[in-house]
T-cell receptor
Framework: ETGVTQTPRHLVMGMTNKKSLKCEQH?????MYWYKQSAKKPLELMFV???????ENNSVPSRFSPECPNSSHLFLHLHTLQPEDSALYLC????????????????FGNGTRLTVT | KQEVTQIPAALSVPEGENLVLNCSFT??????LQWFRQDPGKGLTSLLL?????REQTSGRLNASLDKSSGRSTLYIAASQPGDSATYLC???????????????FGKGTHLIIQP
């Protein structure tokens, strides 16, 4: 049990489908992140939420849409994906202070392995 | 833009050896540096976190050092075991001159195999 739970573990979807990835953290953290891990590339930061507000969007295509309804839950809504979007999608959380202290470690879930056919 | 490089990309050593994994980063304006372990098909497990004001951190057989001014970190693994086989990732948390931070910037990792 990592404290960060992602579902589903595996997902296969067609290019015209709509699906959602879910992340839940049980650590009482106030910041959550989506990362993409593709073969032979470093983990890429996609979205950051601090205190439920999106603070970063690293030029991610609009076919990826994040949602953070509360500080414990994070979703990634997917629609009309491309085969090159196939990757491991990792969720993470951390505890950051409102005063601007960013010294806490990130905790990761086990990821969702996405295959787009 | 921050870039993180890890050397070597892969390493295979006999059980019992001590080994060093290297990480370098281009921008020294960081809050901290974190080392992770990733097993095949799994997420990341945090091993050690070094704050920018610290020089090293230790946990069991692991010791991580940080030289922020030169943009370097090392992860030392003592008395390696087959269970240490995994991919080891280095990541830095960048700071902004106006305050604030984003997520971590990662290297590509070192794939480590410990031979029984």
């Amino acid at each position: 049990e990592t404290g960060v739970t992602q579902t589903p573990r595996h997902l296969v979807m067609g290019m015209t489908n709509k699906k959602s990835l879910k992340c839940e953290q049980h650590l009482g953290h106030n910041a959550m992140y989506w990362y993409k891990q593709s073969a032979k590339k470093p983990l890429e930061l996609m979205f950051v939420y601090n205190f439920k507000e999106q603070t970063e969007n690293n030029s991610v295509p609009s076919r990826f849409s994040p949602e953070c309804p509360n500080s414990s839950h994070l979703f990634l809504h997917l629609h009309t994906l491309q085969p090159e979007d196939s990757a491991l999608y990792l969720c993470a959380s951390s505890q950051d202070s409102e005063g601007g202290t960013y010294n806490s470690p990130l905790h990761f879930g086990n990821g969702t392995r996405l295959t787009v056919t | 833009k921050q870039e993180v490089t890890q050397i070597p990309a892969a390493l295979s050593v006999p059980e019992g050896e001590n080994l060093v994994l290297n990480c370098s980063f281009t921008d020294s304006a960081i809050y901290n540096l974190q080392w992770f372990r990733q097993d095949p098909g799994k997420g990341l497990t945090s091993l050690l976190l070094i704050q920018s004001s610290q020089r090293e951190q230790t946990s069991g057989r692991l010791n991580a050092s940080l030289d922020k001014s030169s943009g370097r970190s090392t992860l030392y693994i003592a008395a390696s075991q087959p269970g240490d086989s995994a991919t080891y990732l280095c990541a830095v948390r960048n700071s902004y001159s106006g305050g604030g931070a984003d997520g971590l910037t990662f290297g590509k990792g070192t794939h480590l195999i410990i031979q029984p």
